[in-house]
């Protein structure tokens, strides 16, 4: 192991986050070189001088009261209490989605996923458009708005199909970002809960039987056909998110075929 | 179009103070790491708080804290946003402790004593505030926090690797600066 792989390994060595192969080849190098044996010093000390500070702050009492009047009450009136700021509100940074890269020496270690990432930029993503109010870009129930919107803004055409008489309503289309790049986002509605079709551009044109998984509480209903890679992303029940995929894979083979 | 919250009922609003509000501090404290700006702090938490009651109903997890971090850091963004459009808006780069706290006390103690001296929390504090963003928020998830690698990459959306090449420029930022201190003393 080089110093230069250690000096970042032996972060994860302090904070218990190593798995036991690679904590025993950090060990070993530090055994043997002085210069990262008295960084792994300097950094447990600074840890602890850390933790033994109180670093933390306390929340004005204020910011309490303001909290607590801003939600329903037991007895009273619902209060709704405007937030000083309202441009907190907006999202400015539709594309949260950093792409600050790692600086590709540790990628080795600890390799990410692609497809869990990307799962869980899909559900931020749907999370973003809840809460901010920026569900559509393009309002519109009828698929022949909806689908011409997408035209120059991506480099696929998302298909746009009306399910509302199997009970999911269109209701319009959006541009997010996933994975640093804009994908298309149909949004659709089942009673109060929203669905976020996100369409993106896949490799292969292989198709790719439906898969359905929960990330941070919600349901992904992921899957590939005719060079598009799909997910269905809700708070729906599996079964009703999978009757959604179903409804719409349908549709689409009775366009096509 | 907003999704609106299905149920404000009193008991929504009760499950979620028992859910939510022992976070307050944590919540408060990453802000003003974050802004670096107690007023600001107030807002984007209590903005925080409001967003993450409306999605009360659809939380299943994760873990509370980590999921409420994640809203505000997403606050704090817009709010970063807001600040990079109106550049003529004097902001509030500095904690206030770096102004009244001297660079290093003029002291007859030993050097063990001086030793402690560098490593209080004020002076911590101004260490860390001083970290560029990313940095900032990895070392302070981490340390102040006590989040896991994997919490703080679903917290800031960026992978593991990320996350512990982040930390590692951190603490290394921290050492320098710790040592460029402790010269400064002799």
Known sequence: MTCDEAEVLLHALIDGELDAGHARDVETHIAGCQHCAAALSDYREMSKAVADADLHYKAPPELRQRIEAALPQPRAQVVQMPSRRSVLRGFAMGSAVSAIAATGLFAIVLRNDDMERIQSEVVSAHLRSLQAGHLTDVISTDQHTVKPWFNGKLDVSPPVIDLTTQGFTLIGGRLDYVDARPIGAVVYRRRQHVINLFVAQTASTERRAAKIETVQGFNIRHWSDHGLNYWAVSDLAKDELADFGDKFEAAMGSNTG | ?186
């Open chain 2, 1 to 186: 179009m907003p999704v609106k919250a299905s149920d404000d009922s009193p008991e929504k609003a009760r499950r979620f103070r028992e859910a939510a509000l022992p976070y307050l501090d944590d919540a408060y404290t990453l802000a003003r790491y974050l802004l670096r700006n107690a007023a600001d702090a107030e807002d984007a938490v209590q903005e925080c708080y409001l967003r993450a009651f409306k999605h009360f109903d659809s939380y299943r997890g994760p873990a509370m804290k980590p999921w409420l971090f994640a809203i505000l850091r997403n606050v704090c963004r817009a709010e970063y946003a807001r600040r990079a459009t109106t550049p003529t808006s004097a902001i509030e780069d500095v904690p206030e402790s770096a102004e009244q706290a001297p660079l290093w006390h003029e002291t007859q103690e030993t050097p063990e004593a001086q030793m402690l001296r560098r490593w209080d929390s004020d002076t911590i504090r101004r260490l860390v505030a001083a970290l560029a963003e990313p940095f900032r928020e990895t070392f302070v998830l981490r340390e102040i926090q006590n989040l896991s690698y994997r919490e703080i990459a679903n917290v800031a959306e960026v992978p593991v690797g990320t996350v512990m090449s982040r930390l590692a420029r951190a603490r290394a930022m921290l050492r320098s600066a710790w040592m460029a201190e402790q010269e400064q003393v002799k």
